[in-house]
């Protein structure tokens, strides 16, 4: 039985496991956090990306071969980037939190209103689709900075 199932206090090289054990656990969920905070700006460099490429095309809104090449593209590198992440990070397993259903509502959030946005009323505008990379991608570096601070 150990010390902590008691009212007294830790001896002093109980005081000093207890803290080892307690760094070893802080430093593997910070760990495992890094995947996450990649998936996070690769999400928001692809996402900004894409907003650029249609920002260069004459009408965003129109299903063009450029702009079904951008799209699928895109989604082709989130899919790596999700498959990288769950692989490697270890609370995929247990579920995401609300921290995670903050960011990831952030980054869809700033995406669906820069896509009806542009597609509606700004198509072709490069200016719009600039400003509007930059607020997805903010979005996103917000997230992975909030994460990285966690640990």
Known sequence: MSN???EEPPSPTEAD????E???????SHDA????????????????MAFLAFGTTTRPDAPTAGNTAVVLGMLAWIGVL?????GRARGARRGFGRRWILYITAWATTYIIGMV????????????WAAAATAVGL???VGAVMESRRG
């Open 33 to 48: 956090a890094w995947p996450w905070i990649a998936f996070l700006l690769g999400l928001g460099a692809t996402t900004s």
């Open 117 to 128: 946005v542009g597609s509606l009323w700004f198509a072709g505008n490069l200016a719009y």
């Open 82 to 86: 999700m498959a990288f992440a769950m």
């Open 22 to 28: 307690a760094r070893l656990l802080a430093r593997s």
């Open 139 to 141: 979005a996103c570096i």
């Open 17 to 20: 496991q207890l803290l080892a």
């Open 4 to 6: 902590t199932d008691h």
